[in-house]
Structures are given as C-alpha cells and as structure tokens.
C-alpha cells in the first residue's frame, strides 16, 4: 500500500449505531487530519493531530470521537450520528515541518439513515 | 482570519478550450498556495503549490503563479481536455506553532464538454 488509505469506503448506519472510520499513512509524516466534505459546502476541518497529540478540534460534536494511536494510524470513532452527518469523510497526513503540502485518501462515504 | 475565494462554477468548456479559475485570498504572513483536483469519487490530489511570491506551480499543463501584490492564484491551462473534468480547490496554508492546516476555498467544478 503506499500514499494514504481510508477504509471503509463506504459505510450506511443507523442513528443507534456505533461504527469507525480507518485511516492509515505510508508516507513516514507525522501529523493527520480529518475533514468532512458536504454537498455545497467548503471542506471543513474536524481534528489535527501532530506527533500523535491533538492539537485542534474545530468545534466538533461530541458523537465524532478520534484517535490516533501512532503515527500512522487515525480513527474516527461514530455513535449516536445524525442525517446531517452524511458526508465524505477525508483523512489526510503531512510533514510537521515548513510548508509541506497534505496527503489525502480517497474518503469514506457516510450516510446515516 | 486567513480566507480563499474562488469564482463560482460550473465552468463549462469546449474540449482545447483555455482555462482561467480565479483565486483570491487574505492572510497574515507568507502562507503557501495550493491547487487541489477532485475527480469523481476520489478524495483530493495535490495539483501544484508555490511558497512564496512570484513562484509559479505547475503541472500537466497546469499554472499558476503566487501574486503577493493581487493577492491571487489563478489557475490557467492552454488547452483543456475531457478528463481534466473535476473539482478544483486553491488552498493556502495556515501555521501555527509546528502544525499547518489548510484554508480551502468553496471548490470550482469544470466540465470539459467533446
């Protein structure tokens, strides 16, 4: 595998449901991120991890829990989600260091019934 | 805080047509300027960047040159094709400490018509 790989691809849930959301990096960085792309609207930062410590949580819902165990791996933990959550879902990985541009997976494709 | 606009789409083209994408945008320091390309059903794909002013990205026959003096970033290609139909977002960069994060503009789509 190289670049960064997302998994699943596709995901339906309910309401009730608890689910996660995989992102793994190839790349040797050190900071990930998650978005959230609706339709008409701009991608929206959710979390920043740097060096595997959280550094940003963009006013985030609390049913949206992440994770970062090491460095190459971030989870995106879902409960109790709502309709409005449907989304593509983005993780992306970069260097800590000058101006290194972001990595991104292809997405998870969320919709919540 | 910092800020990307881009012209609003669809952007509907002939096929060799030329393309011009607007970007604008406002930040404090010396952000670098990104393009990113979405096709259908993927995620977001580096297109080229510039880091500081008067540099010029390019790629695939893509360009754009950092305009510190305009503020702007604009995306040109000489001749379109079909399969350059996708989603195309400017983004600058915004750091903090030693975490960057991106500023996206709204996205633009472009269809390339035969």
């Known amino acids: 595998e190289t670049g960064v790989t997302q998994t699943p691809r596709h995901l339906v849930m309910g309401m009730t449901n608890k689910k996660s959301l995989k992102c793994e990096q190839h790349l040797g960085h050190n900071a990930m991120y998650w978005y959230k792309q609706s339709a008409k609207k701009p991608l929206e930062l959710m979390f920043v991890?740097?060096?595997?410590?959280?550094?940003e949580n963009n006013s985030v819902p609390s049913r949206f829990s992440p994770e970062c165990p090491n460095s190459s791996h971030l989870f995106l933990h879902l409960h109790t989600l709502q309709p409005e959550d449907s989304a593509l879902y983005l993780c992306?990985?970069?260097?800590?260091?000058?101006?290194?541009?972001?990595?991104f997976g292809p997405g998870t494709r969320l919709t919540v019934l | 805080g910092d800020s990307v606009t881009q012209m609003e789409g669809p952007v509907t083209l002939s096929e060799e047509a030329f393309l011009t994408i607007n970007c604008t945008y406002t930040?404090?320091?010396?952000?670098?300027l990104f393009w990113y390309v979405q096709y259908p059903g993927e995620g977001l794909q580096l297109l080229l960047k510039a880091t500081k002013a008067d540099d010029k990205g390019s790629n695939k026959g893509f360009e754009a040159t950092y305009r510190k003096e305009t503020t702007s970033f604009h995306l040109e290609k000489g001749s379109v094709q079909v399969s350059d139909s996708a989603v195309y977002f400017c983004?600058?960069?915004?750091?903090?400490?030693?975490?960057?994060?991106?500023?996206f503009g709204q996205g633009t789509t472009l269809q390339v018509k035969p």
């Open positions: 983004a600058l960069s915004d750091w903090t400490g030693n975490t960057g994060k991106l500023i």
């Open positions: 992306a990985s970069s260097q800590v260091r000058g101006r290194d541009e972001q990595f």
């Open positions: 991890y740097s060096l595997e410590e959280r550094v």
């Open positions: 930040a404090t320091g010396y952000p670098s």
